[in-house]
């Protein structure tokens, strides 16, 4: 009995190896560089939802002013003077499905936030969409090394 006992706690053990980078394949967590190349966004947890923040521009001196770039294209005037880096991006987006979170994702480029959705497409890229109405446009973000 212990011979079967033991092949039987091998086999278990090794479709948990194998299994792993599977249930890893669909992760989304982690640093993400956007398509355009100017800015990393580290998603992780926050509670059962997932966060957003830039963590790198290739820019982070707004040439305009000599200071750090700040979310000058926030209508509120408030808003307008805080700084890119560290702002949360993804906001709300909780699982929706196998592989897709859904919430609101801020664009600094123009100072709104849209509905998105995100999926991880290869444990390389991250599929990013946002959407106005039925109108919806997207990016693949590649997994930051």
């Not at 936030?113 to 990016?139: M, N, Q, T």
Request: glycine share 12%; hydrophobic share 40%.
């Amino acid at each position: 009995m212990t011979g079967k006992l033991n092949v039987l706690g091998l086999s278990i053990a090794a479709l948990m190896i194998v299994a792993q980078p599977a249930l890893a394949a669909d992760d989304p967590t982690g640093t993400w560089l956007t398509q355009a190349g100017d800015a990393k966004i580290k998603v992780g947890k926050c509670g059962a939802n997932l966060c957003g923040n830039v963590v790198w521009l290739k820019q982070p001196i707004d040439p305009g002013t000599a200071k750090p770039a700040v979310d000058d294209k926030n209508p509120d005037r408030e808003l307008a003077r805080r700084p890119i880096m560290g702002l949360q991006l993804f906001i709300g987006m909780h699982p929706d499905g196998a592989n897709r979170w859904s919430g609101k994702i801020y664009n600094a480029d123009d100072g709104q936030s849209y509905d998105s959705h995100i999926s991880v497409a290869d444990p390389d890229a991250l599929k990013v969409e946002g959407c106005v109405g039925a109108l919806c446009g997207g990016e693949t973000w590649t997994r930051a090394k």
